[in-house]
């Protein structure tokens, strides 16, 4: 269901992006930084294949996702502001957010803070949710949004290089969307490992800097 659903979003999307450009980049991203489940990993990419083209450019598609992704975000984080705890702890199973899943994003945000948000950016599944917990908590906007620009800058900035690497290539892909949702999820597999260990090193820093702290 989910690799029909990818195959329609990218034949639809190859369609608008010559004619909208970095607007499609930016709406696109602004949707994937909120719940709707539509992968970063298949939105850059492609656009960065028709900079290489020519078409637009690089440094334009990166400043569109990165604008596009911080206003989902900073959506994400007004609505769980808001909105409140209790209604998102009823109703939030309905989009897909037990109260468990809440909770313990709550508790990722409270204990690694702004940092947690700039490599919560970088990971997958946990950019889409990012923005509820640091809401609920009444983080910083202005953190808040300076580490999601960050972070959603690097990450795009590494999705136009992976797109290169992978369309750049290999540009028969265009005309097989199968195979080219295949090439994206394998090969991001790579850039997920690299992060994941990034975040690992993080998470490490952070307890050891704590246990110090309680010591003194």
């Known amino acids: 269901m ?8 990218i034949t639809w999307y190859f369609g608008i992006i010559l004619d909208y450009g970095y607007i499609a980049v930016a709406l696109m991203m602004a949707l994937e930084s909120t719940i709707v489940p539509i992968p970063s990993e298949v939105i850059i990419p ?6 290489s083209q020519g078409k ?3 440094v334009g598609v990166v400043l569109a996702g990165t604008i596009g992704s911080l206003v989902g975000a900073v959506i994400m984080y007004i609505a769980s502001r808001y909105i409140g705890r209790p209604l998102l702890m009823r109703y939030g199973k309905y989009l897909l957010l037990p109260p468990a899943k809440i909770e313990a994003a709550e508790r990722f945000v409270e204990r690694y803070e702004t940092g947690g948000i700039f490599f919560a950016r970088l990971l997958p599944v946990v950019r889409h949710l990012v923005g509820i917990p640091a809401g609920l908590v009444r983080m910083k906007l202005g953190s808040y949004a300076l580490m999601t ?8 900035s590494v999705l136009v290089w992976f797109g290169d690497a992978v369309l750049g290539d290999q540009p028969n892909l265009l005309q097989d969307q199968d195979a080219l949702v295949k090439a994206l999820k394998d090969k991001s597999l790579m850039i997920a490992a690299a ?8 998470v490490a820093m952070v307890r050891m800097t704590k246990k110090k ?4």
């Open 195 to 202: 992060v994941l260990v990034l975040a690992i090193a993080y």
């Open 56 to 58: 637009l450019s690089h």
């Open 149 to 156: 620009t960050i972070g959603s800058a690097v990450w795009c």
């Open 2 to 9: 989910l690799h029909e659903q990818l195959h329609h979003l």
């Open 213 to 216: 702290d309680a010591a003194k």
């Open 46 to 51: 492609p656009a960065a294949y028709w900079a």
